[in-house]
């Protein structure tokens, strides 16, 4: 079995950048061919896919906000990390990390993956 824990600032002040992290825990070698994604849901709308990065280090954005994304990973640590540039009000939502093989590549239905975290609340206020 694999766990995923998102975990970062619940709130983040307009223009800053969002950074989250999420943390892999469990079984390796059934993961060793994953994807590993950011998805967030906005309140009151549908799940929209940020990005992924393979366990080769190959990242790919969502192009409506890809000059604004970045995912890198720490092996050691077994951790990948969001970060999310000149953040906005808009940017407010539950963020979730997710992982899954190259099916799973830029679904925003949590199910079309094998494993994912509880989502955690990020708020951009001032």
């Known amino acids: 079995q694999v766990q995923l824990q998102e975990s970062g600032p619940g709130l983040v002040k307009p223009s800053q950048t969002l950074s989250l992290t999420c943390t892999v825990s469990?079984?390796?070698?059934?993961?060793?061919?994953?994807?590993w994604s950011w998805i967030r849901q906005p309140p009151g709308k549908g799940m929209e896919w940020i990005g992924y990065i393979s366990n080769s280090g190959s990242t790919y954005y969502n192009p409506l906000i890809n000059d604004r994304t970045s995912i890198s990973r720490d092996t050691a640590k077994n951790q990948f990390t969001l970060q999310l540039s000149s953040v906005t009000p808009e940017d407010t939502a539950v963020y979730y990390c997710?992982?899954?093989?190259?099916?799973?590549?830029?679904?925003?239905?949590?199910?079309?993956?094998?494993?994912w975290g509880p989502g955690t609340q990020v708020t951009v206020s001032s």
């Open positions: 997710a992982s899954g093989d190259a099916d799973s590549i830029g679904r925003t239905d949590l199910n079309e993956y094998d494993y």
């Open positions: 469990g079984d390796s070698d059934t993961t060793k061919y994953y994807f």
